[in-house]
């Protein structure tokens, strides 16, 4: 039999939790449907529990661990009456009120939970080399966020991979950090606009390297070095870095959603007047939606945003 809940929230990470934290004091009884340990792209924490020591969330002097601030987020909403499934939610139907959610943790063909409303907090994913041991070195040499890890490499030699906007501001942001950075693209041509373009090849901190693939990673703990492929002659090089910044871009978490509610052509949930979808009833907040800041603070913000749009929009549908 299908569970009644007024707020579902999809989604664990600093956002979704964040969420369940307001609508809880809300007594609105949130359930968190938080994602499997062993999914990927659903795990419950999201992507902070992949993440080792965070020096830039606010009110943590000497840092904290990602998987320590999810574990306070999580017992924080606990405490005002969050309850929490440890599944991922496979199917769901937002075509009606009640929405329907299938999760991979119910027995029987019914709806797993009945909602009165949603919210949406499932991120995205950063886009990875899919290399042996890339996963058990991230937080150990490997990141895809330069604003949050760029401060550990202080006189590090460093690569960033990509060739797009995005890997060139990682590059000029590390330089403020590092010995030299290296950008590894499998092109001979950027991507990235030509203003970019035009202060990377300026930056005397910066190289190159053309027609390029990471193909291997070196180092037991931490990352000590990466063997580099040309795609063109297939000569392999390796080059002595400490850290490695993958920028070749995100992916929302939004499959389960698509084609019933409005998304941007890269699949980015469009919201509008706070944190409100296309589809009344239903909110979105944090990366999932955010495919610009994509910082713990950011997202936890947006998360208390679709907590109050949530409430309020409840109480005007009760009247």
């Known amino acids: 039999m299908s569970e009644n809940v007024k707020v579902a929230i999809i989604g664990s990470g600093p956002a979704g939790l964040t969420a369940a934290i307001y609508t809880a004091r809300a007594d609105l009884n949130p359930i968190v449907i938080e994602g499997e340990p062993s999914s990927t792209t659903d795990q419950p924490g999201g992507q902070l529990m992949l993440t080792t020591e965070i020096e830039n969330y606010p009110g943590f002097v000497e840092g904290i661990m990602g998987p320590e601030l999810m574990s306070s987020f999580r017992s924080q909403a606990q405490r005002f009456g969050a309850s929490y499934d440890t599944a991922k939610v496979l199917r769901v139907d937002l075509s009606e009120?009640?929405?329907?959610?299938?999760?991979?943790?119910?027995?029987?063909?019914?709806?797993?939970?009945?909602?009165?409303?949603?919210?949406?907090?499932?991120?995205?994913?950063?886009?990875?080399?899919?290399?042996?041991?890339?996963?058990?070195l991230i937080g150990h040499g490997i990141s895809t966020c330069a604003t949050c890890d760029g401060f550990f490499f202080r006189d590090h030699e460093i690569a960033v991979v990509g060739g797009g906007d995005s890997a060139l501001e990682e590059a000029a942001f590390l330089t403020k950090f590092a010995k030299s950075v290296t950008i590894i693209h499998r092109r001979h041509e950027l991507r990235a606009s030509r203003i970019m373009q035009d202060r990377a090849f300026a930056n005397p901190k910066i190289s190159f390297i053309w027609d390029s693939t990471v193909t291997e990673l070196h180092g037991d703990t931490s990352l000590t070095g990466i063997t580099i492929t040309n795609r063109e002659t297939d000569k392999m090089t390796e080059l002595a870095v400490t850290g490695l910044f993958v920028a070749i871009g995100h992916s929302p978490n939004t499959d389960i959603f698509k084609g019933q509610i409005e998304m941007d052509e890269v699949g980015y949930i469009i919201t509008h007047d706070g944190t409100a979808t296309n589809v009344p009833g239903v909110f979105a907040c944090g990366d999932v939606q955010d495919h610009i800041y994509r910082q713990a603070i950011t997202a936890a913000g947006s998360g208390c945003m679709a907590a109050i749009d949530i409430e309020k929009w409840l109480k005007q549908a009760e009247n």
């Open 97 to 136: 009120r009640p929405f329907k959610l299938w999760t991979t943790n119910q027995s029987g063909e019914e709806p797993k939970y009945l909602a009165d409303s949603v919210i949406i907090s499932t991120g995205a994913r950063s886009l990875l080399l899919n290399l042996e041991r890339e996963t058990e």
